[in-house]
T-cell receptor, first 115, second 112 residues
């Protein structure tokens, strides 16, 4: 049981480049989410999904796109990378639990630097 | 004002001490409270969660929620050097929004 797997672990991009951060979970969780973690800011929600085909914006969605075609995968796309998107990105997942928010399981993050 | 406030520390204590970590919040709709531990260069790991006011104990860890004061605490008894990490509180409404708000984290160092 791998839990939540994020790839790559590290990435350096140039301004304007695009890339996709991958997230996969093997726990059959309905809920998946993406956060960014910056010093002094804590974890901030970018986008989330409550099931295949359903996504919604979080607190800081600008510059990021997501899609959810399967229960297992929830990729995060940076369309045109900017230095302000330098951060550590975490993917998390949980059951939905009949309307009750459930504890989230996190991956180990992707460290992204935009030059 | 942030919805969730958490002292960033760092907090240094000797091995065996009782550690108290705290968060305050402003949104009275929060009903679900979590504590995560995060080691350096790792993802957050869930320690405890609760839906209600009062205390919840799990081994050396006790989570306390005071909804009237909008204040939550995590106590660590008999602290160990392996407890050295950043501790994050997180909160959400019970249902409907699916949005979790995290504190900025408190960095704890337990000295051997």
């Amino acid at each position: 049981n791998a839990g939540v797997t994020q790839t790559p672990k590290f990435q350096v991009l140039k301004t304007g480049q695009s890339m996709t951060l991958q997230c996969a979970q093997d726990m059959n969780h309905e809920y998946m989410s993406w956060y960014r973690q910056d010093p002094g800011m804590g974890l901030r929600l970018i986008h989330y999904s409550v099931g295949a085909g359903i996504t919604d914006q979080g607190e800081v969605p600008n510059g990021y796109n997501v899609s959810r075609s399967t229960t297992e995968d929830f990729p995060l796309r940076l369309l045109s990378a900017a230095p302000s998107q330098t951060s550590v990105y975490f993917c998390a997942s949980s059951y939905l639990g009949q309307g009750l928010n459930q504890p989230q399981h996190f991956g180990d993050g992707t460290r992204l630097s935009i030059l | 004002q942030k919805e969730v406030e958490q002292d960033p520390g760092p907090l240094s204590v000797p091995e065996g001490a009782i550690v108290s970590l705290n968060c305050t919040y402003s949104n009275s709709a929060f009903q679900y409270f979590m504590w995560y531990r995060q080691y350096s260069r790792k993802g957050p790991e869930l320690l405890m969660y609760t839906y209600s006011s009062g205390n919840k104990e799990d081994g050396r860890f006790t989570a306390q929620v005071d909804k009237s004061s909008k204040y939550i605490s995590l106590f660590i008894r008999d602290s160990q050097p392996s407890d050295s990490a950043t501790y994050l509180c997180a909160m959400s409404e019970i249902s409907g929004t699916y949005k979790y708000i995290f504190g900025t984290g408190t960095r704890l160092k337990v000295l051997a």
